[in-house]
């Protein structure tokens, strides 16, 4: 992203509105995987996503009562609030390619070893909360 947005025109943002702004995304996305961790932690279950097979709990509470991702979002506001501070409107292809990555390679083998641990219960999860937001 960085390297993208030395090569292209900046947005025409103000220096202190951008900075300002791409704090207060900072922050808000780093709510989100807090939150993510905290479910996790009090339902003693793994926070790993290398291992969803691991999980011995079905968190949906808390954060996951509205994304099934609440830690990618997250990753995906820093993103976000990295093309801001760049003030590069190119930049936002990066959160684009993280979230069809995620979705891709990390998100779909997580979601696959969710429905085969937990079966009808992750189903019926799946279809009440949205995978991103």
């Not at 996790?40 to 996951?64: M, N």
Request: with cysteine; proline share 5%.
């Amino acid at each position: 992203m960085w390297c993208i947005a030395t090569v292209t025109l900046p947005l025409p943002l103000e220096d202190t509105f951008r900075r300002v702004a791409a704090g207060v995304m900072f922050v808000v996305g780093t709510l989100f995987p807090v939150a993510g961790v905290v479910a996790f932690r009090r339902a003693k279950t793994t926070v790993d996503p290398r291992t969803p097979e691991a999980s011995s709990t079905l968190v949906s509470s808390g954060i996951y009562r509205y994304s099934r991702n609440p830690m990618y979002v997250g990753f995906a506001v820093w993103l976000l609030a990295w093309a801001v501070f760049l003030g590069s409107g190119w930049g936002l292809l990066g959160v684009m390619f993280f979230v069809l990555y995620m979705n891709h390679f990390q998100i779909a083998p997580e979601e696959r070893a969710l429905r085969a641990l937990f079966g009808d219960e992750f189903r019926a999860y799946e279809q009440r909360v949205r995978r991103w937001l």
